[in-house]
């Protein structure tokens, strides 16, 4: 006899993204690895004036988490997500478009995602890098 969840949620193609690719923990461990690379990286790191990279790190897995289908404690805490307005303070070039990418491949890299799920994060990622250039290389 299937669990309470099973028969609420009902067939896997009924789950949402974040549910199918196991929820909150697997978007933490994404933006984790992510900002162990932009905190290395001379193009990137200049871009986050705060100190410590924590709440950055936050504000990035909270937007996921929402994006893909899980709780909308983003939106909750900081309005409308503004993406682009967000970015405007900060030159976002080609180089930044490229080394961003970078981080984000090896950490999408690691979490051994099913081949759809792991081509359904990257499409989206390739969008959301090239929406944010606002400046000429």
Do not use: C
């Not at 933490?28 to 790190?57: C, I, K, N, S, T």
């Not at 307005?85 to 030159?91: C, E, G, I, L, Q």
């Amino acid at each position: 006899m299937g669990s309470v969840n099973e028969i609420r949620r009902g067939t896997l193609q009924e789950q949402t993204f974040y549910e199918q690719v196991g929820g909150a923990d697997t978007f933490r461990r994404l933006v984790h690895r992510f900002y162990e690379g932009v905190a290395e990286d001379p193009v990137l790191r200049p871009m986050y004036p705060e100190e410590d990279l924590g709440p950055a790190e936050e504000r990035l897995t909270l937007f996921l988490i929402q994006y893909w289908g899980g709780p909308t404690t983003y939106s909750d805490n900081r309005g409308h997500p503004r993406l682009r307005m967000r970015h405007a303070p900060f030159t976002v070039n080609r180089e930044a478009h490229d080394a961003w990418l970078r981080h984000m491949r090896d950490a999408v890299d690691e979490l051994g995602l099913s081949e759809e799920h792991e081509q359904q994060l990257w499409k989206y990622m390739t969008y959301a890098a090239a929406s944010m250039v606002n400046a000429p290389d």
